[in-house]
C-alpha cells in the first residue's frame, strides 16, 4: 500500500507555507519587497512565492510540534516492506524533503514547485502521474483534501470536525480519523 500524507494541519499544525513567508519577512522586512515582485511578476501564482520564500527560509523540524499518533502510524507502516510513505503536500519542495529526510522512515517527500501548487486536483493528479494503477491511502485534514480523496482508494482524516468526516466518508472508504493533536519539541504532553 502507498501511504501519502499531508503535511500542514495533518503531521503539523501550523502550515509552513506562512510560517516561512512570516519568518523570512519578519526577520528581514525588506524581504516584502521581492516578496510582491515575485508574486506579481509571477502573475499570483502562490507556488512561485513559496519556492523563492523557501530558498531563504532556515529552519529545524526537531523544534516543530508533531501529531505523535499519526507519526506512530506511519512509522509503522513504513516498517512493512510491502508499503511505502511520502510526504505530499502543497509546502514548498524543499521544505517538505527536509522534513522527509527528517524523520528517516518516509521514502520522500513531495511539494510544491515553481510550475505546480501542490494542493486539491494537482495534489492528486500528481498522485495518479507518480503511483498508476497503485492503491493509495491518503491522510488529510481539510477540505481541500476532499479533492484528493475523491480519487484514492482510501483515506484517514485528522480533524475533530465532523462535518469533514462525513463528507470524506461520501468521496472514500475513511479507515481511520485521528485527533488534531500536537506534540510541541521536548515535552511529552499534547496541546489541541
Not at 528517516?104 to 510550475?115: A, I, Y
Not at 486536483?121 to 493509495?136: D, V
Request: charged content about 25%; aromatic content about 12%; glycine content about 8%.
Amino acid at each position: 500500500m502507498i501511504y501519502c500524507t499531508d503535511l500542514d494541519g495533518t503531521l503539523i499544525p501550523n502550515d509552513m507555507s506562512v510560517t516561512s513567508f512570516f519568518s523570512v519577512n519578519l526577520k528581514n522586512p525588506l524581504m516584502l519587497i521581492p516578496s510582491l515582485w515575485w508574486l506579481v511578476r509571477s502573475g499570483g501564482r502562490r507556488e512561485v512565492l513559496k519556492f523563492y520564500i523557501a530558498r531563504r527560509y532556515a529552519f529545524d523540524p526537531g523544534k516543530l510540534s508533531w501529531n505523535r499518533e499519526v507519526l506512530d502510524f506511519l512509522r509503522e507502516q513504513a516498517a512493512n516492506p510491502e508499503n511505502e510513505v511520502y510526504i505530499v503536500s502543497g509546502s514548498a519542495d524543499a521544505l517538505v524533503k527536509k522534513i522527509a529526510f527528517y524523520h528517516g522512515f518516509f521514502r520522500n517527500g513531495f511539494g510544491t514547485n515553481p510550475e505546480v501548487n501542490l494542493v486539491g486536483k494537482n495534489k492528486l493528479a500528481y498522485l495518479r502521474r507518480r503511483f498508476p494503477g497503485q492503491e493509495i491511502c491518503y491522510i488529510g485534514n481539510s477540505r481541500t483534501d476532499l479533492r484528493v480523496w475523491e480519487g484514492v482508494s482510501s483515506g484517514m482524516v485528522v480533524s475533530d470536525n465532523l462535518r469533514l468526516i462525513e463528507e470524506a466518508k461520501s468521496v472514500t472508504r475513511i479507515d481511520r480519523v485521528f485527533p488534531p493533536k500536537w506534540e510541541k519539541p521536548g515535552s511529552r504532553g499534547v496541546f489541541a
